[in-house]
């Protein structure tokens, strides 16, 4: 397999292999590829994990256990109003 890299980037692995860390290019790579790779799954990870919030979420508001929209976003500008105020007093 052969790669073409921006001259950026075939600057970024030789610098990487002149380090000593790594012994070749394809170390490089490869690792860099590792690293994709994991990016990838923790990604996947946090998507499961939020589909399983809104899950529950909507499982909360089925059962009746939702909150006025309206209502909380006052309370929200309010409970910020108190929170600026307290920043200026410090």
Do not use: C, H
């Not at 590829?33 to 946090?46: A, P, S």
């Amino acid at each position: 397999m052969n790669v073409n890299l921006t001259p950026a980037l075939e600057m970024l692995v030789q610098n990487k292999v002149k380090t000593g860390r790594y012994n070749s290019a394809s170390e490089v790579v490869r690792e860099a590829l590792r690293l994709f790779e994991e990016r990838d799954q923790i990604r996947q990870l946090q998507i499961q994990d939020l589909r399983k919030k809104i899950n529950k979420g909507w499982a909360s508001l089925e059962r009746g256990e939702g909150v006025d929209g309206q209502e909380f976003f006052r309370a929200l500008a309010t409970e910020e109003r108190e929170l600026a105020g307290k920043r200026k007093r410090t």
